[in-house]
């Protein structure tokens, strides 16, 4: 093979390289802000008293598992994404509550505070 054959092969081999790293950058999808994922940590306290409130059933509406505060009146939900999400609170003598927030990394810890229910 003379000098001019092995460099327009080279050429066509590096080029093929570059083909195919091109295409694998556009199969293999970019992470962005939106697709980072939180974890949402929570107190639940008495409205009244300020007091921690343990045992509040705490639903995130679209999220498979309820999760229970502790006997410090904390919850967290791990892998949350950046975006809107509505929490459900329900808790023996309370108020039924719905909270709405978005969830960003500078917003990923939450008080909620429950009124004592009318019954």
Do not use: R, W
């Not at 306290?45 to 300020?50: G, I, K, R, T, Y």
């Not at 609170?89 to 719905?98: D, K, L």
């Amino acid at each position: 093979m003379n000098f001019h054959a092995m460099v327009k092969t080279i050429i066509t081999l590096v080029g093929i390289a570059f083909l195919f790293a091109g295409i694998s950058a556009f199969a293999s999808p970019n992470l962005s802000a939106d697709d980072e994922e939180f974890t949402l940590s929570g107190l639940v306290l008495d409205a009244e008293s300020n007091e921690p409130i343990a045992g509040v059933l705490v639903s995130m509406v679209g999220h498979q598992e309820n999760i229970e505060t502790d006997s410090d009146g904390l919850f967290s939900f791990a892998n949350v994404s950046e975006g809107e999400h509505t929490l459900v609170f329900q808790a023996s003598g309370y108020e039924y509550t719905e909270l709405e927030l978005y969830v960003t990394e500078d917003q990923a810890e939450i008080k909620v505070f429950l009124n004592k229910s009318e019954k």
